[in-house]
């Protein structure tokens, strides 16, 4: 059974960085696709990034574009997400995730193709 442990979240000042893991067991992560999400209370599930397999794509939402960046070393079997300049409204509960699939796909951002969760770490962005 794929599991998928999140850390390196916890509270930063704006403009800070964080550098969030995601281990995987049960799995090899370089095999398929990875992405991190992120879901902020009273809001819906955002998609953050996704890496296809390989890391030859790397996908990006608006909100995080050129701030944040995807990372995995698969030889560890971890993923990463290197935050930076972080914003209040970044504030939210984050989650890395596998794709049943090999690339991205048009519904990254949607979670589509997704079927490997991890429990989330929780990043606050206040001073």
């Known amino acids: 059974q794929p599991k998928l442990v999140e850390s390196g979240g916890g509270l930063v000042q704006p403009g800070g960085s964080l550098r969030l893991s995601c281990a995987a067991s049960g799995l090899s992560l370089g095999d398929y696709a990875t992405g991190w999400f992120r879901q902020a209370p009273g809001k819906e599930r955002e998609g953050i990034s996704c890496?296809?397999?390989?890391?030859?794509?790397?996908l990006y939402g608006d909100a995080v574009r050129g701030r944040f960046t995807i990372s995995r070393d698969n030889a560890r079997n971890m993923v990463y997400l290197q935050m930076n300049s972080l914003k209040p409204e970044d504030t939210a509960i984050y989650y890395c995730?596998?794709?049943?699939?090999?690339?991205?796909?048009?519904?990254?951002?949607?979670?589509?193709?997704?079927?490997?969760w991890g429990q989330g770490t929780q990043v606050t962005v206040s001073s």
């Open positions: 995730a596998v794709s049943a699939l090999r690339s991205c796909g048009n519904a990254w951002s949607q979670g589509g193709g997704f079927d490997s």
């Open positions: 890496a296809s397999r390989g890391s030859w794509i790397r």
